[in-house]
T-cell receptor
Framework: QQQVKQSPQSLIVQKGGIPIINCAYE??????FPWYQQFPGKGPALLIA?????SEKKEGRFTISFNKSAKQFSLHIMDSQPGDSATYFC????????????FGGGTRVLVKP | GAVVSQHPSRVICKSGTSVKIECRSL??????MFWYRQFPKQSLMLMAT?????????EQGVEKDKFLINHASLTLSTLTVTSAHPEDSSFYIC?????????????FGSGTQLSVL
């Protein structure tokens, strides 16, 4: 059972555009929602994370929007650059259950120059 | 920032041999480490949780006798793929949690690409 559904699977934008990636979860016990960036042949790197008591969080060009009632959260990449081309994963975990991450399926983002 | 070192980055082996992958936390002591498996263009699937000084906890469907995990010290966890077969070929990634505690302090290694011929 996939507990975190991510869409779209891939995304192409022009430089300066705003890729938007969406995730939906089922388990209401999740209380930590991070986003990771992964380049080919490398491990994921934490970009930004949010908890359910906050509806939006910004760090640099990355923004998370969180809708608790809809059980959805999204990542926006402002002023995207070719160097942002990577695979992005949303994830969710339950702090009291040892923080094991459940990952979404991933979104391959290509930013064209 | 904290770094998790994973070695080797790439390994090619013959079918039937065993392969050991190391995961080290370089500037913090990790009481808990996680091992993931990732197939091409797919997501990360948690294989097991490695706890220092105790047995690893395996996720459903992961063969504990096939994927041996040892977490003998606070800075090192190893994953041994025993009697590897071509279907074990995958990208294996570890992560380590800084016990200082917040969820944010979970760091990933750079992964190991295993190819079994």
């Amino acid at each position: 059972q996939q507990q975190v559904k991510q869409s779209p699977q891939s995304l192409i934008v022009q430089k300066g555009g705003i890729p938007i990636i969406n995730c939906a979860y089922e388990n209401t016990a999740f209380d930590y929602f991070p986003w990771y960036q992964q380049f080919p042949g490398k491990g994921p790197a934490l970009l930004i994370a949010i908890r359910p008591d906050v509806s939006e969080k910004k760090e640099g060009r990355f923004t998370i929007s969180f809708n608790k009632s809809a059980k959805q959260f999204s990542l926006h990449i402002m002023d995207s650059q070719p160097g942002d081309s990577a695979t992005y994963f949303c994830a969710a975990s339950i702090t009291a259950a040892g923080n094991k991450l459940t990952f979404g399926g991933g979104t391959r983002v290509l930013v064209k120059p | 920032g904290a770094v998790v070192s994973q070695h080797p980055s790439r390994v090619i082996c013959k079918s039937g041999t065993s392969v050991k992958i190391e995961c080290r936390s370089l500037d913090f002591q990790a009481t808990t480490m996680f091992w993931y498996r990732q197939f091409p263009k797919q997501s990360l699937m948690l294989m097991a949780t490695s706890n220092e000084g105790s047995k690893a906890t395996y996720e459903q469907g992961v063969e504990k006798d096939k994927f041996l995990i040892n977490h003998a010290s606070l800075t090192l966890s190893t994953l041994t793929v025993t009697s590897a077969h071509p279907e074990d070929s995958s990208f294996y990634i570890c992560s380590a949690r800084d016990p200082g505690g917040s969820n944010e302090k979970l760091f990933f290694g750079s992964g190991t690409q295993l190819s079994v011929l």
